[in-house]
Structures are given as structure tokens and as C-alpha cells.
């Protein structure tokens, strides 16, 4: 039986792999390599170098061609490489066939994400929802992982007591898969019944990218501790506090961050925890205007808001680390009269773009937080008014 355990120790040396096929430019793809050797540092992998290859589609053998997996298997040789990613989701049959050509374990996407989200879980409910998708990544990939069980040849005798293995162990991960989805279903009326407990107050949720700030926003608001680093996933559970401006109060949720390619299972296992999302009054949507790709990021977060049909409640769009983009994009000779400019274009741009819902900030150097602090009152009061109309007498 497979154990799903942390599959990439600290400091494992590894060589990343994508496909650049007919609707991906190159320059999209380096951006997602670059994004996966992020997953794999916040895993505990060091990337060592990086491998592209045009192909109209992934050969159903081995995903890239193979001319290409043989430089890899050089590299990977020469440089006594631990590890293979592959920016996009193998098969159990792929990985079985490039693990074999490789000599190194070999992993996708998908894997690198459970992995990291394995390691993040802390409470009861994260850790079963990553066990389940575990789970669920395993099953159609059984058969690929069982490399010890084949039997060399073919015909009578070389079938039979394999495949029965395989499908015994089927057959245990579909029943674990029934009782983790048990689990998880009286974990989920828990959470819908706290939820439910929490009386009247409007509901506030940060919502953005993985690594945009959500979480130094959340300490930044609601004065309080909650983790944050500079690492993907830095988390999982959502934690929600009362915060109260100017005596009027609200609930405060910081969710999961979303990212492109998120596994399906994983979308699906953590349902409960976007909950808080969809039951949210007021949307705090963080973005990280430093990142080269911040307009893609805010497409990926939107499209996932529309799947969670969460797109048409009200949303303040926060662009946050305005400090790292003056650093990036303004040069030192640039005069401030310039710079202003330069800034008063930007912001007219994304009013313009997000009907004048959005703020500009720097969490970490705190610059316009009460800008923030006063949009956010507005906008929770409007929402009390709409939603609890006899409570707004004690908030003015």
C-alpha cells in the first residue's frame, strides 16, 4: 500500500520540466517554470536548472520527447540530480516510464502541491481535506506506481496475482476515500454550524493569489498574529476575527490562496474552507501589483470567484507591495514630480478598471492603511444597512 507521506526532503537538488504546446507562449511557460521552482523552494528543493520543449502535444509515453528526456537524463547524471518536475499532470504510466529512463524520482505539479499542503496542514479539518486529495490524486495513477509488482513476460502466469495486488489496494484507497469524504462531511457541518453561530455581523473575506499579503493584511486590520511568510500556501486554515471600527463590528476570514493549475481534487477537498468565501458579504481582493504577472494572478483569482459564483458580491480590490513595485519599475534618476505622474496613471487605470474599488498599499511599511481601514468601514456599514438595517443605529 502507497503511504502518503512528504515526499521532497530539504535541500533535494532539482531539475524542472515544461512543455510549451500550442496555447502557451514561451514566455508564459518560463513564468510557470518560475512559478514551480517557487513550489519547489517552499517545498524544500533547491532548482537547479530549468527544461523547455515546443511540442504540439505531450507524448503519452514519457510527456516530452526523446531527444529531450535524454538531456535531462545527462543533466540529471552528471549533476547527481535528486529530483524531476514536471510543470504539468502526468499519468501513473508517464511517471513509471521517466522514472525508469531517468534514474530520479519524479514528480508533477499536482504532487509538488499536495506535498506543500501536506506539510501546511495543521488542524483537524486541513489535514483531512490533503489526505483526501491525496487519495484522490492516487487512485488512477495505482497501476503506474506499482513498478514492484510487475512480472517480466507475458502470457499464462505473468498476469493474476499483480493485477489482484493492484486491485486490492484499488480497492482499499477507494474505501479510504468513502471514509475521509464521512470525515469530512461531519467536520464541514461542524464548521457550517460555528459559522452559523456567529450572529449577526457582516462577513469579510480576504480573498488573492497565494503569496499576495492576505495574511500580513489580516494582522494589519484586525491587530492580531496570524502566520505569515514569504512562501506559498503559508495557509491553509482559515481564520477568521471579530474587528471593530469606529463601533461597528465584523467578522474578518483569511482563506487559502489560489493558484493556476490547483489541483481539482484539491479544489474540491477544500469546499468547506471556500465556504468562507462564498458566504462572505464584502470580498478583499489582494493583489501583489510587484509581480510581473499581477494582471494574469488577478484573472486566475477571478475565474476562481466566478466557479465559487462569488464574483458579483462586493469586492475592494487591494493592490498591496506598492513599495517593491516603486523599487522595480521607478529608476533613481526618475524626479518625484515623475514618479507622482507615473503613480497617478497607475491608479487611474485600475479605478477606471475596478469602478473606483480599489485602494493602494504597502502592508509590510504600512503606507495608506487607513485609507484602508476608512474604505473597508464604508463599505461594511453599506452592507449592515442592506443586510441588518435596524442594527446601523448603533454604528453612527
Not at 133 to 150: D, F, N, S, V
Not at 171 to 199: C, M, N, P
Not at 249 to 269: A, C, Q, Y
Request: hydrophobic share 40%; charged share 30%; proline share 2%.
Amino acid at each position: 500500500m502507497i503511504e502518503k507521506k512528504q515526499i521532497i526532503k530539504e535541500e533535494e537538488k532539482a531539475v524542472l520540466v515544461g512543455v510549451i504546446q500550442k496555447d502557451n507562449t514561451e514566455e508564459q511557460v518560463n513564468e510557470y517554470l518560475d512559478e514551480l521552482a517557487f513550489l519547489a523552494e517552499t517545498a524544500g528543493a533547491i532548482t537547479i536548472k530549468k527544461f523547455k520543449q515546443r511540442l504540439p502535444h505531450p507524448d503519452s509515453r514519457t510527456f516530452v520527447g526523446k531527444g529531450k528526456l535524454e538531456e535531462i537524463k545527462q543533466y540529471v547524471i552528471a549533476k547527481d540530480i535528486d529530483l524531476v518536475v514536471f510543470d504539468d499532470e502526468l499519468t501513473g504510466s508517464q511517471i513509471q516510464n521517466i522514472e525508469k529512463e531517468l534514474g530520479a524520482r519524479v514528480l508533477d505539479r499536482s504532487d509538488l502541491i499536495l506535498d506543500i499542503f501536506a506539510r501546511r496542514a495543521r488542524t483537524a479539518q486541513s489535514k483531512v481535506q490533503v489526505e483526501l486529495a491525496q487519495y484522490q490524486y492516487i487512485l488512477p495513477r495505482l497501476k503506474g506506481m506499482w513498478t514492484h509488482l510487475e512480472r517480466q513476460g507475458a502470457g499464462i502466469g505473468s498476469r493474476g496475482p499483480g493485477e489482484t495486488e493492484i486491485e486490492t489496494d484499488r480497492r482499499i484507497v477507494k474505501d479510504k476515500i468513502s471514509l475521509l469524504r464521512k470525515r469530512l462531511e461531519e467536520i464541514d457541518k461542524q464548521a457550517f454550524t460555528q459559522r452559523k453561530d456567529r450572529g449577526e455581523f457582516i462577513r469579510v473575506a480576504l480573498v488573492g493569489y497565494t503569496n499576495v499579503g492576505k495574511s500580513t493584511i489580516m494582522n494589519l486590520i484586525s491587530k492580531s498574529e496570524v502566520f505569515a511568510e514569504n512562501k506559498l500556501f503559508a495557509t491553509l486554515d482559515t481564520t477568521t476575527r471579530k474587528v471593530v471600527f469606529e463601533n461597528t463590528p465584523f467578522l474578518l476570514s483569511d482563506t487559502v490562496g489560489f493558484i493556476r493549475k490547483l489541483p481539482h481534487h484539491l479544489v474540491e477537498s477544500f469546499k468547506s474552507t471556500l465556504d468562507e468565501v462564498r458566504e462572505a458579504d464584502v470580498l478583499l481582493h489582494v493583489v501583489d501589483i510587484s509581480h510581473a504577472q499581477f494582471e494574469d494572478q488577478i484573472g486566475v483569482v477571478n475565474k476562481t470567484l466566478q466557479e465559487l459564483k462569488a464574483f458579483e458580491k462586493p469586492i475592494l480590490t487591494i493592490f498591496n507591495k506598492m513599495d517593491l513595485y516603486q523599487q522595480k519599475y521607478f529608476d533613481e534618476w526618475l524626479d518625484d514630480e515623475v514618479k507622482q505622474d507615473l503613480l497617478l496613471e497607475l491608479k487611474e487605470k485600475w479605478s477606471l478598471a475596478t469602478n473606483n474599488n480599489c485602494v493602494f498599499v504597502s502592508a509590510i511599511e504600512k503606507q495608506n492603511i487607513e485609507e484602508l481601514r476608512t474604505i473597508i468601514l464604508h463599505k461594511v456599514r453599506d452592507e449592515y444597512q442592506i443586510k441588518y438595517p435596524y442594527k446601523t443605529v448603533f454604528f453612527t
